[in-house]
């Protein structure tokens, strides 16, 4: 794959999640507060951070019930 720079000198993708045209005019809602956690790159990655370690956890505890020794 080639190094194709986007706006602002940055590697694509590196720029942040921008919103798409649609945007409502009107009050903000709870709505776009919540996709403000997608847009946002710092929000993002928290949101990423616990959703692995989340399944790490679960992961984990799965294994841990599993005996990997034969029974005799």
Do not use: C, Q
Not at 2 to 8: A, I, L, R
Not at 38 to 63: E, H, Q, T
Request: hydrophobic residues 40%; aromatic residues 16%.
């Amino acid at each position: 794959m080639m190094f194709v720079p986007s706006e602002g000198g940055l590697p694509s993708g590196a720029g942040g999640r921008r919103p798409g045209p649609g945007r409502s005019t009107g009050p903000p809602s709870k709505w776009d507060y919540v996709k403000t956690f997608y847009y946002d790159p710092v929000k993002w990655d928290f949101v990423k951070s616990i959703g692995f370690f989340a399944v790490a956890i679960y992961m984990i505890r799965d294994f841990a019930s599993n005996d990997l020794l034969p029974m005799e």
